[in-house]
């Protein structure tokens, strides 16, 4: 390396590291990002199965099969999955750094809720869909439809809010709006993602207030009809670590340099700049801000330690959720696909398509589940025996529409948040019941009985068919990372401090960390841009005495502005 001399270092490649890192190269400072692990994305990593077997192998409290899928290079599998919402701080970081031309996206097909009938109900989150739903009544309909009408406005100062911001969002919607039911539990732990119903679990896990929860149900309601009906995006080969790879691509494209697969063996700091040794590398990285998660620093820096508030002015971003609790994570790949209901919208074409049809069977049967390529399934506090009582579960289901697997092959992620970090219980045997109630439901309903002949009855019957045993698994349980505790730092502090980007712990609620990361991404950058200047680096090619050029934008304007899609009115 000719220079080893940079303005900012960064240190991980998950996807908050890596949005600050475009962002920094974009904005014309050098860059370098180093990584220990061969790949990009750091905890949010996709990965072949082979990698992911590597992964596990490694860190003996992770359980999985002995055996691994044909093809098992084809697959890309994300340690931390998540879904996009189309309109939020993640996607309009894509649209605006040119990174979204890296990538593909897929629209998610379906949400929906696990009944303990051993169905799935569908979640109906657009006008369309309550007005078609044959399962609500008429005052019902009016109720949830006086609801979404409530959510998806500015409703910070409406009436109905007064006083109830930090309600549980449960009781909120039975005292003011008079939801109950199936419509209720799909509200609170479908649109709103919430993990249980009250405050069941006192410090050890975050209440699910009304305030954060209608955020929640807001972006769902506008995000759907920006890019097609549905309000979630799904990154192609595996999503979040792919996406995390894309900014580390547009930061080298804008000068930023990578160095992955090294161990850090130090880092010290002087007055002016912070001094990083690796293994195996012969130059010392030296830079004026360091950039790193609490994870990748030595103890005896904490003290320079500066965490910083959201830069955002968005304030449904100040509620995101980026967990307080550890999950507990599963993975299966199955040869099977996850058999999902239709939309009301849906069936209405079928119907449409069989009454145009010459001959008329008024016993036809209602059209069949067909098995879909992405999509979630919920399952609310004791939705299936021995799964949780108090906390929802969530299962991603991706297919080869997401570039993500072989044809004919689905990934599940399966996801519970804990109200303890206990290790007691294996984490195969937390998510069992999830994942066999999922199985299940790739079997076809039995069709009704017909009226049988005698030489009927005499036939052999056809055998049930039963779930598929999956071809891979793996079960985690994910941790937050540890804090650190730093002090205050004088304003006459000769040390500049560490640009620390907040911790992404675990969170089960899949659209939370990719807008969260986005969020952290701004707040780094602008804390490193004040350090910056205040240790007056100039950037790019500008001459001492040149005057510096303000940064007035957290993106600089593209060449070509990006077309955006319409959004649906409410």
Known sequence: MDNAKFDVILVGTGLTESITAAALAKAGFKVAHIDSNGYYGGGEASLTVDELAAWADSAPSIARSSTLPASSRHYAICLRPSVIPSVGPLISSLVASGVARYGGFRLLERVAVYHPSGVLKHVPGTKEDVFKSKEISLIDKRRLMRFLMFAVSDFEEKKELEGAQDTPFAEFLTNVFSLKGEMHTALVYALALCS?????????MAVDPTLPALHRIRRYLRSAGRYGASPFLVGHYGGTGEIAQGFCRASAVSGGVYILGRKISSISHSESHYSITLDDFPDTLTASVLISSAAHLPPQLAHLATFLPSSSTDPSTTSIDTGTHASVRGIAILDRGILFPLTPSSQDQEQSEENASPAEDTST??????????????????????????????????????????????????????????????????????????????????????????????????????????????????????????????????????????????????????????????????????????????????????????????????????????????
């Not at 919920?378 to 289901?397: E, N």
Request: glycine share 6%; charged share 15%.
């Open 365 to 570: 049967p209602p059209p069949a589940p067909t098995p879909l390529d992405a999509g979630i399934i919920v399952f609310p506090p004791s939705s299936v025996p021995g799964g949780s009582t108090i906390t929802a579960a969530t299962v991603l289901v991706t297919g080869e529409g997401t570039m993500s697997t072989p044809k004919d092959r689905w990934i599940l992620y399966i996801a519970l948040p804990l109200p303890d970090a206990s290790d007691a219980v294996p984490a195969e045997d937390l998510l069992r019941p999830y994942l066999d109630a999922t199985l299940a439901l790739t079997v076809p309903p039995s069709p009704p009985s017909p009226a049988h002949t005698s030489s009927e009855l005499d036939s052999t019957p056809t055998p049930t068919p039963t779930p598929p045993a999956p071809l891979f698994t793996a079960f985690y349980i994910e941790h937050p990372t540890a804090p650190l505790s730093p002090s205050p730092l004088s304003p006459s502090s000769s040390h500049k401090p560490h640009i620390i980007p907040a911790p992404l712990a675990p969170s089960a609620a899949l659209p939370d960390a990719p807008d969260a990361a986005a969020v952290h991404a701004e707040a780094a950058f602008w804390g490193a841009v004040r350090a910056l200047r205040e240790l007056g680096v100039r950037r790019g090619a500008q001459a001492e005495g040149e005057e510096q050029e303000d940064i007035e934008s957290f993106w600089p304007p593209l060449e070509v502005e990006a077309e955006e899609g319409g959004e649906e009115e409410w």
């Open 196 to 204: 249980s119903p009250s405050d069941l679990f006192g410090a050890q």
